[in-house]
C-alpha cells in the first residue's frame, strides 16, 4: 500500500488543521492505521491508532484535541487537530498497520511522506 499524507500547515494556537492520509492499493479497510509525529531532535510519537473496526486510541498528550478517523470507501484516513499547542509542532506521518497476536498494534513499513504542522504562539 502507499500512502500520501496532506493538509499540513501554519497555524495558530489555539486553531485546527485537517490532515488526510490518501491510500493506494486494496485492501485499506483491513489496516489498522495510525497517525505519528516527530518534532525536530525528537524521537518519532504515536499520536493516533484506529483500527479497522473503528475503534481508536491515543496518547494523553493528545486525547480530547485529535480525532482519528477513516473513510473505507474513500480509502482514506484522517486526523483532525483541535486546540493545536506549539508542542504539536512536528512532521506527521500516517502508517498502515496490523494488529498482533495479543490484539496491539503492529506498525508494518508502509509509511507516507510527512506534512509539516507548524504551531505558533
Known amino acids: 500500500v502507499q500512502l500520501q499524507a496532506s493538509g499540513g500547515g501554519l497555524v495558530q494556537t489555539g486553531g485546527s488543521l485537517r490532515l488526510s492520509c490518501a491510500a493506494s492499493?486494496?485492501?485499506?479497510?483491513?489496516?489498522?492505521m495510525a497517525w505519528y509525529r516527530q518534532a525536530p531532535g525528537k524521537q518519532r510519537e504515536l499520536v493516533a491508532v484506529i483500527s479497522s473496526g473503528g475503534s481508536t486510541r491515543y496518547p494523553d498528550s493528545v486525547k480530547g484535541r485529535f480525532t482519528i478517523s477513516r473513510d473505507n470507501a474513500k480509502n482514506t484516513v484522517y486526523l483532525q487537530m483541535d486546540k493545536l499547542k506549539a508542542e504539536d509542532t512536528a512532521v506527521y506521518y500516517c502508517n498502515a498497520g496490523g494488529t498482533s497476536v495479543s490484539g496491539e498494534y503492529v506498525p508494518y513499513d508502509y509509511w507516507g511522506q510527512g506534512t509539516q504542522v507548524t504551531v505558533s504562539s
Open positions: 492499493g486494496s485492501s485499506f479497510s483491513t489496516y489498522v
